[in-house]
């Protein structure tokens, strides 16, 4: 069994890249992780929107209010949620909820409890935390590969969907900046085990 700590370990917000690419094959691998995320009712109410291009990048940093890790990376991966799909009785969770019943008929028990959860969940705010699911695993699967990432939730939201020309029903989660970093990992600063865990 291999340790995750050395990949979580070293992972940290990245704040400036150099000029060098993303391999192909590690940006595809960076994508699976994200892909096989968990999410709950096994929605995966997101979608992964790849800008390389110098021009669409400068339209995300600009949205990103001129980020320097936003404007250095040379990939973002944009983190979309896909909000309006959620809505109950849409064909996409019909389709999520046949998934996650093993591909076949949804029981009556597991749409029951999606349509109680969609009645009391704000689905927008649900759809972007799952999303944080997905941008997690990117995360780590990239400093695994020797990567960088920053992940960037400072964003004008309007802004950034139109510069990716989102749908409407579709919201920006959060850009991944991705590649190699030009600065080092500084000491990290985290709460202690004792103010961070409670034993009951
Ligand atoms: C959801 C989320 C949004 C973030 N947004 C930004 C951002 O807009 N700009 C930025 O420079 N860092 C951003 N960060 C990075 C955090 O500042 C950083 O993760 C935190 O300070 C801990 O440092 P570390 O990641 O280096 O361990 C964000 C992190 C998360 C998890």
Known sequence: MADLLPALTTRFACRSFMDEAVAEPALRTILEAGRIAPSGFGMEPWRF???????????????????????????????????KALQLDSAYVQSRLEAEAGGGPVPDELKAAYRGFHEHADARNWAIGQCNFAAAQMMVQASSLGLATCPIGGFDEAALAAALNLPS????????????????????????????????
């Open 49 to 83: 929107v790849i800008v390389s291009s110098a021009a669409i990048k400068s339209r995300l940093a600009t949205a990103c209010f001129n980020q320097t890790p936003v404007a250095s990376a040379p990939v973002l991966i944009a983190i979309i949620a896909l909000v």
């Open 169 to 200: 029903g579709e919201v920006p989660a959060l850009v991944l900046a991705v590649g190699h970093c030009a600065d080092k990992q500084g000491k990290r600063r985290r709460k202690t085990m004792e103010e961070t865990c409670q034993k009951l």
